[in-house]
Structure formats: structure tokens, C-alpha cells
């Protein structure tokens, strides 16, 4: 039988340290040394918290997303690792040294140029197109899910809300609200639990207005929205008064020092009519259109 590159045996997974929780359960650095020599690779091993949350079929369908995704923008599948008995098991992905965007860009903001984020943003447009090519809908674009392989790529990650469409409907439409962040979800989202690659556009717009942040905690989307939601929200949940001030066409402010082209394009992202945002590969085209400008 030939091989399975993809088989990772849970004796030579060693454990080296956390790296953080992620939608299904916790992920870990460990190093695959089937030698015993500690010459082996390193991987980043997202282990299913058992009977906590989605339970195995719904990780099951997390691997089986990822195992088919061959992108240069997208966090390479490396494989699985049962343990046991096959009862447990866990999806290892390759390891991205410069860990999450938000980290990244916050860490390096002093030095960090225009012309770089938008390099970063045209390389998740990427990412999201060829998403879209699969009739995947990712669900949870945001900053601290790019994860930076070096200080000129960025990959999507964490494939734990990933909808595939329907062959029928140009959407996805939830049962019950779900557990995506509210402040990057299109008004569609918020008001019908209907997901698209056009919510996905709306969420990239926030990762622009992210990055353009620094992702500054103290400007993150979360922050600034219950700001003008107010503090004392009675009855109404935060998510009615989200979709109100959004019907309002209240938007997230302009970053300080944010460049006014890039400011317009986030808005083109929350355009409140779904079918008048622009497609992620309309978006690619202006945000490389901006970097040639910007020499
Ligand atoms: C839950 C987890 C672990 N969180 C983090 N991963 C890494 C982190 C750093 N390097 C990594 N290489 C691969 C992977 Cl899958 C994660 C990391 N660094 C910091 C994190 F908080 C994660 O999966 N986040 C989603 C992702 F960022 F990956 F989209």
C-alpha cells in the first residue's frame, strides 16, 4: 500500500507548546520527530476538545474542508492523527512562525507600510477567491484568523464556520443565529443568518479596517461599535441594535491616517445591498491597482 503522507502517528506528535483556542478546540505546537532525533517538522495540531461544542462529525467536516484546499493563501493541510482508537482525533496543519495577523501587525505597526497591508489585503482577496471558486463561505474572516508565514504572506485559516453553498442558492442560510463574531457580519447576516461569498466581502472590509487600525485593541471593531450602540443597552440585543444603526448606514470611522481609496473601498465592502458590494476578484484588481499607484 503506498505511503500515507497524511497519517501522523500520535507517538512521534510531540507536544512543544499552546498556540491558542480556535472555534472547535485548541491548537498546539508540537514537532512530528518520527526519528526521535528532533529533526522532524514542525506543526500546528488543532485537537477536537471532546464532547465540548461541535462534536466529531462537525470537526470531521472542518478536515474534510481543508484537506481539499490547495492555495498559496491558505493554510496547508498536512494531515490527521487518530488517538483513541480512532474515537479522538486531530487535524495538523503546517506552522506559520509569525503566528496571527492582528499580533503581527500590532507587534510591527511602526514599521509596517500602506503598500505592505495592501499586499497582505490582495493575498486574502486571493485566498477568498479561490474560496469562491469551491462555493465555500468562510464565515469568520477577521484579522486574528490570517495567520503571517513572513513578512510578505499572509494565509487564511481556521475553516471551523465553513459553509459549502448549496448547488441551488447563492447562499447559506444558518437555523439559529450562529456563533460568528457580530461586528464583522454583514446586516444579511445579522437580520436572516444568510451567509454568502457577498457577507464574506462585507467581513473582509472589516479586516481592512483592522489592519488599517494596526489592529489597535483599543479601535477594534467590537470597541467601537458598542461605543455608539452605548453602554446601557436595555432589551433590545446588541445585535438588533447593530442591524439598526447598519440600516441607518451608520459604518466603522475612517482609521486615523487611514488613506481616503482605502477608506472608500472598506465602504464598497459594507455596501448594505448585498448584490452592489464588489467580488473579491473586483476587489484583488483595485487593491493591486493601489499598490502600483502607491511607488
Ligand atoms: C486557535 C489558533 C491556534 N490561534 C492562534 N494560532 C496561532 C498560530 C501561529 N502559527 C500558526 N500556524 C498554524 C496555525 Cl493553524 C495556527 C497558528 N497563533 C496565535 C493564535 F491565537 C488558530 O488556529 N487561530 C486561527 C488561525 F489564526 F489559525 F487562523
Same mark, same amino acid.
Given at each position: ?10 507517538r ?12 472547535f478546540?485548541?491548537? *498546539?505546537?508540537? @514537532?512530528?520527530?518520527?526519528? !526521535? ?6 506543526? &500546528?495540531?488543532k485537537? #477536537?476538545?471532546? %464532547?465540548k ?5 462537525d ?15 491558505i ?22 512562525p ?18 505592505r ?49 448549496p448547488?441551488?442558492? *447563492?447562499?447559506? @442560510?444558518?437555523?439559529?443565529? !450562529? ?6 457580519? &454583514?446586516?444579511?447576516? #445579522?437580520?436572516e %443568518? ?5 457577507s ?78 464588489p ?17
Amino acid at each position: 500500500a503506498p505511503y500515507d503522507h497524511t497519517l501522523f502517528e500520535e507517538r512521534h506528535l510531540c507536544y512543544i507548546s499552546p498556540l491558542g483556542r480556535g472555534n472547535f478546540g485548541c491548537v *498546539e505546537l508540537c @514537532r512530528y520527530d518520527p526519528l !526521535g532525533d528532533n529533526t522532524g517538522e514542525l506543526v &500546528a495540531v488543532k485537537k #477536537l476538545q471532546p %464532547n465540548k461544542g461541535p462534536d466529531l462529525e462537525d470537526f470531521q467536516k472542518e478536515v474534510k474542508t481543508l484537506s481539499v484546499l490547495h492555495c498559496d493563501y491558505i493554510v496547508k493541510y498536512r494531515g490527521v492523527c487518530y488517538s483513541m482508537g480512532r474515537l479522538s482525533m486531530s487535524l495538523v496543519m503546517e506552522y506559520l512562525p509569525y503566528g496571527s495577523l492582528n499580533g503581527y501587525v500590532w507587534t510591527n505597526r511602526h514599521n509596517i507600510t500602506t503598500r505592505r497591508m495592501l499586499l497582505f489585503a490582495s493575498q486574502i482577496c486571493k485566498g477568498m477567491e479561490y474560496l469562491q471558486t469551491l462555493r465555500y463561505v468562510h464565515r469568520d474572516l477577521a484579522a486574528r484568523n490570517i495567520l503571517v508565514a513572513n513578512d510578505s504572506l499572509v494565509k487564511i485559516a481556521d475553516f471551523g464556520l465553513t459553509k459549502v453553498l448549496p448547488f441551488d442558492k *447563492e447562499y447559506y @442560510r444558518l437555523s439559529q443565529p !450562529g456563533q460568528s463574531p457580530l461586528f464583522w457580519l &454583514a446586516p444579511e447576516c #445579522l437580520n436572516e %443568518n444568510k451567509f454568502s461569498n457577498k457577507s464574506d466581502v462585507w467581513s473582509f472590509g472589516v479586516v481592512l479596517h483592522e489592519l488599517f487600525t494596526y489592529c489597535d485593541n483599543s479601535l477594534n471593531p467590537k470597541r467601537i461599535c458598542l461605543q455608539e450602540i452605548g453602554q446601557n443597552v436595555q432589551g433590545t440585543s446588541i445585535s438588533m441594535h447593530l442591524a439598526n444603526m447598519l440600516a441607518n448606514n451608520w459604518r466603522l470611522p475612517a482609521p486615523p491616517g487611514c488613506p481616503p481609496k482605502v477608506y472608500s473601498l472598506m465602504n464598497d465592502c459594507w455596501t448594505y445591498d448585498f448584490d452592489k458590494r464588489p467580488t473579491f476578484s473586483d476587489l484583488s484588481r483595485k487593491v493591486e491597482n493601489m499598490i502600483q499607484d502607491d511607488r
